[in-house]
């Protein structure tokens, strides 16, 4: 389904073919110096040039050795919302690069970042979340968000942002999440991501699935999981969508590790979908569904059900990676064990 474009228009007074350009050694600092300006027009113009030439991870080296990022927190809370806009872009710019991402996180810039989660301007704000999300790609970045203390705050503008925002905040609590569940869960982060595993975009559904996951990896987080959302994951394994049903049977498989989960799972009728997943071949979710279909078989019921389907497991030994093979021996093992 469509859905509005957050637009990185800039306003048309600003032209940035107008910024002047500065070369040679003295063009950052020179910038740096532009930055601090009274005037709002020198400030933009900076901003506009300073856009183009932190794409150079070279640039982005020199820019942090000057002291460029103590600039940019300051103007992150300027009152002209085109400043917010381009000084939110550099530092996204510069977080896609190692040497920015880096910089960022030595530079407390996640926390001043903190502050434009409830800017007015969208664009400001979808900024804002792509520097988290990439920020939280690495463990140190991750590590970062946590103790900024912004795990709560995504979680609750889970509820209101626009989709795309939704996507970028849902990607960042995935990695946050694979570091530490713990605050999320105190959160109520799973009554939020419930609702997410129902959403019309397969995007957020995916996602959410995803987040779930993350948190079921955790020993306090599969119980949370099995109580509260193992029927819907189990109505996703015949989402239409690949990557739903792999996220969902991910998810899945870690809340069944539980004796409660492989109990609400068959109350769920789990059992007919995942063999349905393990018979195609080409789905991202068999070497998944293998192994949550074998938790299911450790319940006699389960095991009763799965001996008329070893057939299903049998063609897995077959499949040209061996992790799928190796799983679908072991299920076949546990299916077939008589005490």
Partial sequence: MAHAHISANLPPDIDPTKAPIAFGKRALPKLNEELQSPELLTQQRALMVLCDLVHDPEKIYQAIEIGFLDNLKTLLLHHDSTVRQKTTQ????MAIHNVGRQGLIQNGVISALAKLLDDTVDICRKNTYQVFEMMAKLPEGAVGVLHAGLI???V???KTEPEEIQELILDTLS????VDASEALATGAITVLKEKLTHSSVAIRSKAARVLLEIGTHPEGKSTVCEEVIAVLVSLLEDTDPEVQASATGALMFATIKPQGRFLALSAKAI???LKLVAEETSKARLSAIKTLTMLAEVPEGRRTLLHHTDTFQRCLNDPREAVKRAAKI?????QWKP
């Fill in 156 to 158: 609750f503008k889970l």
């Fill in 331 to 335: 299920a076949i093992s546990v299916i």
């Fill in 175 to 178: 990695n946050c999440l694979r």
């Fill in 90 to 93: 550099i530092l996204y710019i």
């Fill in 272 to 274: 007919p979908p995942l």
């Fill in 152 to 154: 709560p705050l995504l």
